[in-house]
């Protein structure tokens, strides 16, 4: 009885929002595997690595954050190509973790390196105030989808833990017991997280009710690189140092199977239907079919350094960054 009751309770928090829930259209439809790419767009102006890239949540504004030399934050109308807004850090030894949107599009929530969360103007990044919560590090910062709740999963190895925090009225909600965790993601609703750690063990957890959800074993040869998460949450995708990918259970944290191994990847993508998985390695990015476990997309890359990829919230676009990492390219998936 208890393992249906939170099977059906993390079926629940998985599903899509409605309209009258959140500002935020739903792209719920499975897009056409059966397309070639098409490099439609190059956003270059970043003079550093890309650290960060969120989308708003109508998709029409994309939000990039880089640091070391430029430790800039910029928003773009990614279709056209235009920048819209850039300001840099007032301290010229912070940059910027991650940046995003409001859900209503209102506030621009930006995260920094010395640990500040700061609400700006969208129109012109101007601070309106700062946010009680102070991130201890790397990790995800990020506003559910409904706009109620500030997810602050971060920290590294065994200082990570998730802090949950009412939006509006910028009181605590809930802090999660931490765990050791060196790479993180989390469902587009902002519900349900995964972490997994280099020893190659991840936990998933359940952000509505608090609950760890399952863990997934240790491994005894390898560790845990980059993980993606299904939309619907039902799957987590682990890549290992020994170049394996697996794919787990999230509910159960039970093994289903190899997808592959190969060259270790440098990061991985989970597509908006949950059907598409996007591989980056230092000189293409494979995209790969879940429900055939096959290859059907090469892209070209040139990762030397930390690699992003994006899909599109409706799924018709993709993202990587490339040459130095400072290049964010827009490929086009659908005919």
């Known amino acids: 009885m208890i393992t249906a009751l939170l099977s059906l309770t993390f079926r629940a928090t998985a599903v899509a929002q409605t309209s009258s829930q959140s500002p ?20 270059a102006e970043h003079t550093s690595f890309v650290y960060s890239l969120t989308f708003s ?19 773009w109308d990614w279709r056209s190509g235009k920048q819209q807004l850039s300001f840099t850090a007032s301290n010229p030894n912070d940059w910027f973790t991650s940046a995003f949107l409001s859900p209503d599009g209102q506030t621009l929530v930006t995260a920094d390196s010395k640990g500040e969360i700061q609400l700006r103007e969208p129109q012109t990044g101007a601070v309106r105030s700062l946010f009680p919560a102070r991130t201890r590090g790397v990790g995800i910062v990020v506003l559910t989808r409904d706009g109620q709740t500030l997810v602050d999963a971060t ?6 833990s998730i802090t949950l925090w009412n939006f509006t009225t910028q009181q605590q909600q ?13 469902t587009p609703d902002g519900y349900i997280l995964a972490a997994a750690s280099n020893s190659g063990t991840a936990r998933v957890w359940n952000l509505r009710n608090g609950q760890l959800v399952s863990t ?4 005894a040869t390898a560790g845990a690189m980059a993980i993606a998460l299904t939309p619907n949450a039902e799957s987590l995708i682990v890549t ?6 697996k794919q787990w259970n999230a509910r159960t944290g039970r093994f289903n199977r190899l997808l592959f191994r190969g060259i270790q990847p440098k990061a991985i993508a989970m597509s908006p239907d949950g059907r598409t998985l ?16 096959r290859l059907f997309h090469n892209l070209p890359a040139n990762a030397s350094g930390p690699q992003l990829l994006r899909f ?21 998936l659908t005919p």
């Open 24 to 43: 935020c259209p739903q792209f719920a439809s499975p897009q056409p595997t059966n397309f070639r790419p098409r490099l439609v767009q190059e956003l």
């Open 57 to 75: 949540c109508d998709g029409r504004t994309l939000i990039s954050t880089s640091s070391t030399i430029d430790k800039s934050v910029k928003l």
């Open 155 to 160: 920290g590294r190895g065994g200082d990570f």
């Open 174 to 186: 809930q802090r999660l017991s931490g765990s050791w965790a060196d790479v993180w993601t989390i």
């Open 216 to 219: 997934l074993p240790i491994s």
């Open 240 to 245: 290992y140092t020994d170049g394996s990918i």
């Open 278 to 293: 996007a591989i980056g390695y230092y000189n293409h990015v494979r995209l790969w079919d879940l429900n055939t476990n």
């Open 312 to 332: 599109s919230p409706d799924g018709r676009f993709f993202l990587n960054t490339d040459e130095e990492g400072n290049v964010i390219r827009v490929w086009q």
